[in-house]
């Protein structure tokens, strides 16, 4: 006896090998035996044998016409018998009655399955709008077939257009379109975004990654709604005649945040003034200008672009563009030329005439130690560079001997900077020596504001939002934080620092600005006006949104540069490039800033330079693979090539962090004096290289403390955690 029975769902047929009562021990054609219950059992039959019924009736059932039989059954629940005689008539047999019932459970559009062998014909309505369903689909399986198979063939398919950016950063998975991408570049054993780029769907990887970003992070495009900047004070004074104020920056700036004025006085007394633009005189918390740079944070650098953190009508009435009154929140430092010790500071918002917008393209060249020693060249603003450089010295020496106490070692000047200058889709990278007199004098008036700043609000009991460096260990790590009390910033030998000289480009320093204005103007009663008041969660939510804003942009920066890298080396068709040893395998490339690991590069001292081909490079993954060909000399010969080995542990340091994600970028940047310094002007790591340095040439724009505007200088080590 054999039975054809339901078990889990699914419909079987099995020769009986014992009965016992209501179960029954089933031998299946495959030799798998199973206990099947007598109510689960639909049919019993002598002959076929249970294989051949299940063969023969998966057969007769594709025969059977489902319109038909719909037709045919009864309106009410119905057992399967009553329909199979009904449809083959009364001369049914097991393989006719299988076929139907393996049919109807095949088929739900039609039949409700209500029990075992119970079932119950689709209501008409429904069956019509699941018929339209199942043709829909239809339809759609056969216009993305012809999508894949377009698209394997290497052309892009008509409906693509305007959509590829979409289907690569937030696609909708359920459209034909991104499931006939998937299926051709599966089929091609390639990328989709390789696909897309070998059929036009995307002009190159540049835009992809651009695109991945502005999805995540600008999801409704870059542009701004319409705003007009807020009215000024009408009381707001006027500086002294003499103060004639001038900015150093990178040709390409626009956000201009910071400019300087020296007044000569009697008794070897100069007074240095320091002049930051003043959006928050014009910008009021929670209004829709606030809104808009809360909701950036800061503005967004990479080679050849940026995304403005402000409107460009908002930046035209606060940046210090040369040729007239600009609104300032002045820093005066009176100070004792002969021995550059400060004698008294005051800050103050007023009307700044500016001057002159030097830029460091044009000034580098003439403003050397050698020149400035000599009091040779002819530049603007020569007298007042000339006070300035020695008081710069002064106060750097004054923070090597406060990092001294802190244990930690001196900041070495020299190191190189790059400038990126893309035009379309070619990039110039030029090297920028670090340490120049420039960079020490903006570098280090910044560190001057933004530590007598932070003690200001300190001194007031006004919350602001300051930057922290602790070694908690002899040897421990050194971690940059951000709170919203003062603490030491041993990295940069001050008592406290606060970001407060880029208010047009940063956010927090906004806040900072606004804080600063009510001590400046309130004394006293500053914390019962100031916009934050202490302990304010909205400053402290600031704080925390800015951190992981600033960190993602930071490392769309560097990765953008790493990739400009990349196609640098294709552009000047480099087959080979000169490398100097980090550690490892690790090299670091002399003409752009560069790390790469090398595979079997063998052992080598510090500072060895190589020659290395350069097998490929892949745009798309911003990944390069080379090969040592020859090496060219020991360390020592080249002068410089090569990191110490402090330089060295930190970068290693840095990789780990990337690694283990046990950090944030934040963190991992402040590891090393050879990454972040693009983004974390005048802030080095505890124990590294030139804060000085890396405040103003950190920033090729030459402002104090922040980002290229326009072509950033790129962090030397930042293309280690890509």
């Given amino acids: 006896m054999n039975v054809f029975f339901e078990e889990s769902g699914s419909l079987k047929a099995g020769g009986v090998l014992s009965r016992q009562g209501d179960a ?59 329909l199979a005689d009904e449809y083959f008539g009364a001369s049914a047999g097991p393989v006719e009655r299988a076929a139907l019932v393996l049919r109807m459970q095949g088929a739900p559009v039609y039949f409700r399955r209500k029990g075992r062998g119970q079932y119950q014909r689709a209501p008409e309505e429904q069956l019509k709008m699941a018929l339209a369903g199942l043709e829909r689909k239809r339809q759609q399986a056969l216009v993305q077939a012809g999508y894949e198979e377009e698209l394997k063939a290497g052309r892009l398919p008509e409906v693509f257009k305007g959509k590829v950016l979409g289907l690569l950063t937030k696609p909708d998975k359920n459209a034909i379109e991104y499931k006939a991408l998937e299926a051709a570049a599966a089929a091609r054993g390639i990328s989709q975004a390789q696909l897309m780029l070998e059929c036009g769907g995307i002009a190159s990887p540049r835009a992809l990654h651009e695109a991945r970003f502005l999805s995540e992070y600008f999801p409704h495009g870059t542009g701004f709604p319409a705003v007009t900047p807020g009215e000024l004070p009408d009381d ?4 002294d005649a003499h103060v004639q104020a001038f900015s150093i920056d990178d040709i390409t700036t626009t956000e201009i945040d910071d400019a300087f004025s020296v007044e000569l006085l009697a008794d070897s007394r100069v007074r240095v ?21 809360r909701a950036r944070l800061s503005t967004v650098y990479m080679p050849g672009d940026k995304i403005t953190m402000l409107p460009d009508e908002v930046v035209d009435v606060f940046t210090l563009k040369e040729g007239g009154l600009r609104p300032a929140l002045s820093l005066y430092v009176i100070v004792n030329r002969e021995t550059h010790e400060i004698v008294a500071t005051e800050t103050r918002a007023e009307r700044v005439f500016v001057k002159s917008n030097l830029r460091h393209n044009t000034l580098d060249a003439e403003v050397t130690e050698e020149a400035l020693a000599a009091g040779s060249g002819d530049y603007p603003h020569k007298d007042d560079i000339a006070v300035l450089w020695p008081l710069a010295q002064a106060l750097f020496e004054k923070r090597q001997a406060a990092r001294a106490g802190y244990g930690l070692r001196r900041e070495v000047p020299g190191n190189t900077d790059f400038n990126f200058y893309v035009e379309g889709e070619h990039v110039t990278i030029t090297p920028r020596r670090r340490g120049s007199p420039l960079d020490l004098i903006v570098a280090e008036l910044a560190i001057l504001a933004n530590s007598t700043w932070g003690a200001l609000l300190h001194d007031h009991g006004v919350p602001g939002i300051y930057r922290t460096q602790r070694t908690f260990a002899a040897a421990g790590p050194k971690r940059t934080r951000m709170q ?120 080598h001292a510090r500072g060895t330079r190589v020659v290395l081909e350069v097998m490929s490079i892949d745009e798309l993954t911003v990944e390069a693979s080379v090969r040592i060909v020859r090496v060219i000399d020991a360390p020592g010969a080249t002068g410089g090539a090569a990191l110490d080995e402090e330089e060295t542990e930190e970068v290693d340091a840095l990789i780990d962090a990337a690694d283990a994600s046990a950090e944030s970028e934040e963190e991992a940047r402040a590891e090393s004096d050879l990454a972040g310094t693009d983004f974390d002007a005048a802030e080095p790591d505890a124990d590294g290289a030139s804060a000085a340095q890396d405040a103003a040439s950190g920033a090729s724009d030459g402002s104090i403390d922040g980002p290229s505007d326009g072509p950033s200088g790129a962090s030397r080590a930042a293309h280690v955690t890509e």
């Fill in 24 to 82: 029954l021990q089933v031998e299946l054609p495959g030799g798998r035996r199973a206990k099947v219950r007598a109510k689960d059992v639909l049919i019993e039959f002598a002959a076929p044998s249970a294989a051949e019924l299940m063969q023969a009736a998966d057969a007769a059932a594709q025969q059977i016409d489902l319109d038909f039989l719909w037709e045919c059954a009864p309106g009410d629940e119905f057992p399967f018998g009553t």
């Fill in 236 to 239: 707001l004074p006027t500086a």
């Fill in 273 to 293: 003034g320091i002049h930051i633009a003043a959006p928050a005189l014009g910008i009021v918390r929670g209004d829709a200008v606030d809104a808009i740079a």
């Fill in 484 to 603: 919203t009390s003062a603490a030491p910033h041993e990295g940069l030998g001050v008592a406290q620092y606060a970001w407060s000289t880029s208010p047009l480009r940063r956010y927090v320093d906004l806040v900072n600005q606004w804080q600063l204005l009510a001590c400046s103007q309130h004394g006293v009663a500053a914390k019962l006006v100031a916009p934050f008041k202490p302990k304010d969660a909205d400053l402290f939510a600031v704080v925390q949104g800015f951190d992981d804003t600033y960190t993602a942009y930071a490392d769309h920066q560097r990765r953008m540069e790493y990739f400009w890298c990349l196609r640098w080396i294709t552009q000047e068709h480099k087959k080979e490039v000169v490398a100097a040893v980090v550690k490892g395998d690790l090299v670091r490339l002399e003409e752009v800033p560069l790390l790469l690991h090398v595979p079997g590069l063998g052992v």
